[in-house]
């Protein structure tokens, strides 16, 4: 558990302070979101319907998907990352009892990071109004329990299909590919250029349909979350025994799994005889080496995988409107476009910018460090261009304003929270990186307050608005404030390595 939390602080860049910071924005979110919600829902009363089985069932599981993902991000974590699992598998505690611990942390790990973001809202809305609801927290937790399973088999099935060596990879490509899957499911049908409407569209048509009728199970969620006790201990013991029988079935080939993993860590590794070119400068070298370590690391590049998934279908969407002229759509669009865009770029910046294991080498250089730091943020941009080329160049043909106006916002967006990481950047080890999965809070607002400046520029000139110089002003302006000279940046690196 402590380790646990050591990590997701690190994830957070926080100290201290941070932590005074995260707790007193749990409360202040409690108490101007939480508790108004709870007074207006203080005399509602929620029964047993078609419609909210539907409803509770589909958040569950969108819950669940998420928590799976995680699942495998901890599994490979603790079969790659950790390794502390011969240490403890020599020790005179039984094997088994280890991995019971393990995996019962990863469960806790996840119902109290999910607990964190639902708590602020559930305990006013009960403690005003519907105390039984408190009860969510114990379906929650069940959620957790069966997530940590099902994912504990997920990555026991990969390790024997592929080995180890794969597995590492195609786990962190999964726990991103699970966690955005929601969210493509749901979009299917307006990628595809179906009827219009959705998901949840399609579940309320059902639910309201008077043939419905939901098996008895389908309602046991519901019923847990409303504080009904039979349900919420049926929950719980379906959850208790699926751990219990994946520990018990998987708890050697864990241990098995593991030593494999240490071993296919630690083999070597064939040189390679391909002669090897230096020409073209620091500048392409820089390039070619911040690409190919990008292209090595698939723990780092997961997490800049899921803002690609999310960019994809907002791609997809805008070409599909602008080929059927629904210009109406196009503006916001153009600006969803452009902010996760920036936040693509922000993600690739950080990685190439920071995740540096010789920062002192690079600083006594005798190529210049703005030629190391143009080319790094080269080497980031050059993904998010191969990703956006394609998707303007089409949008552009087909609607020339609202394409240059995407183009315009897309780059001025990707440039912007480029420069954002060189003037705040945080060096550290590759190592020590993959576990603090983000910049500075500082850094990370100015992302998110220059981004969504620049998007809504990028909507307004899509609609041919004079009004879009206006957000371009506030992001010109936030970036002048936050600017940092050489000498600045020089001197925040000595004052952090101290």
């Excluded at 002669?275 to 070298?285: D, E, H, L, M, Q």
């Excluded at 723990?299 to 109406?328: C, D, E, I």
Aim: net charge positive; hydrophobic share 60%; with cysteine.
């Amino acid at each position: 558990m402590r380790l646990g939390w050591r990590t997701l602080l690190a994830r957070r860049g926080e100290n201290r302070r941070g932590g005074w910071i995260a707790l007193i924005s749990v409360g202040l979110v409690a108490l101007f979101g939480g508790v108004p919600i709870g007074l207006m829902l203080r005399r509602v009363e929620v029964g047993i319907s078609p419609t909210g089985i539907l409803l509770a069932d589909a958040v569950l599981a969108v819950i669940f998907s998420l928590m799976l993902s995680q699942t495998l991000s901890a599994a490979a974590d603790v079969l790659y990352d950790r390794g502390d699992l011969d240490l403890l598998f020599s020790s005179p505690i039984d094997p088994r009892k280890v991995l019971t611990v393990r995996f019962a942390a990863i469960a806790l790990n996840l119902f109290l990071v999910f607990s964190a973001f639902l708590g602020p809202f559930l305990i006013p809305i009960a403690l005003i109004g519907h105390p039984p609801w408190l009860s969510a927290f114990l379906v929650l937790a069940s959620v957790a329990i069966a997530a940590t399973a099902c994912g504990l088999v997920v990555a026991m099935a990969m390790f024997a299909a592929i080995g180890p060596r794969r597995t590492r990879t195609i786990a962190q490509v999964a726990s991103a590919l699970i966690g955005a899957g929601f969210f493509l499911v749901t979009q299917a049908r307006n990628i595809f250029g179906q009827a219009a409407g959705s998901i949840w569209t399609d579940l309320m048509a059902a639910a309201a349909d008077p043939r419905f009728a939901p098996p008895a199970a389908a309602a046991l969620p519901l019923r847990a979350l409303l504080g009904d006790p039979v349900a919420v201990l049926i929950l719980l013991a379906v959850a208790l025994a699926m751990f219990a029988g994946v520990n018990l079935w998987l708890g050697a080939r864990f241990a098995a799994d593991s030593a494999a993993a240490g071993g296919a860590e630690a083999s070597a590794v064939k040189a390679s005889t391909r002669r090897v070119a230096f020409t073209g400068g620091a500048f392409a070298a820089t390039i070619r080496k911040e690409l190919r370590l990008m292209s090595r690391d698939a723990a780092l590049m997961s997490q800049v995988m899921l803002r690609v998934l999310y960019l994809l279908p907002l791609a997809f969407l805008l070409v599909r409107n602008a080929g059927s002229h629904m210009l109406v759509a196009l503006p916001g669009g153009a600006a969803a476009l452009t902010f996760v865009a920036g936040q693509v770029a922000a993600s690739l910046a950080w990685i190439t910018v920071s995740a540096e294991d010789a920062p002192d080498l690079i600083a006594c250089a005798p190529t210049p460090i703005a030629t190391a730091r143009q080319a790094k943020l080269t080497a980031a941009f050059i993904p998010v261009a191969i990703l956006l080329a394609p998707i303007l160049v089409v949008l552009t043909a087909l609607e020339p304003g609202v394409g240059l106006a995407a183009a315009a916002g897309c780059t001025a967006a990707t440039l912007a929270n480029g420069l954002i990481n060189i003037w705040y950047q945080r060096p550290a080890k590759r190592s020590e990186f993959r576990r603090r999965r983000g910049s500075s809070w500082f850094s990370t607002l100015a992302e998110l307050v220059v981004g969504a400046s620049l998007a809504g520029a990028t909507g307004l000139a899509a609609a041919g608005q004079p009004w879009a110089v206006i957000p371009a002003l506030v992001a010109a302006i936030l970036l002048l404030a936050i600017r940092r000279t050489d000498a600045q940046i020089a001197q925040a690196l000595r004052v952090a390595a101290r």
